[in-house]
């Protein structure tokens, strides 16, 4: 199977971005969630330090999943 994406450049221009760019923004939303990880796990924080980034990753993961986005697929 094949999918091909046609855009109409220059009128069609920030789409035509957002397609090509889409591995980039999947990678930051990665590279974000594993350095929020990576605190929570090994950053010696406080409970309530703990507590924000526990949030801040969940919120992430609602605002993913809501986009339909996910990690692992």
Same mark, same amino acid.
């Given at each position: 199977? !094949?999918?091909?994406? *046609?855009?109409? @450049?220059? *009128? &069609?221009? $920030?789409?035509?971005?957002?397609?090509?760019?889409?591995?980039?923004?999947? @990678?930051? @939303?990665? &590279?974000? &969630?594993?350095? @929020?990880? $990576?605190?929570? !796990?090994?950053?010696?924080? !406080?409970?309530? !330090?703990?507590?924000?980034? $526990?949030?801040?990753?969940?919120?992430?993961?609602?605002?993913? &999943?809501?986009?339909?986005?996910?990690?692992?697929?």
């Amino acid at each position: 199977m !094949k999918a091909t994406l *046609e855009f109409n @450049l220059p *009128e &069609d221009r $920030e789409e035509h971005l957002m397609a090509v760019k889409s591995l980039e923004l999947h @990678l930051s @939303l990665w &590279d974000i &969630d594993q350095y @929020l990880r $990576e605190r929570m !796990k090994y950053g010696n924080l !406080k409970q309530d !330090k703990y507590e924000v980034y $526990e949030e801040v990753r969940n919120q992430l993961y609602e605002i993913m &999943d809501h986009y339909n986005v996910r990690f692992n697929s």
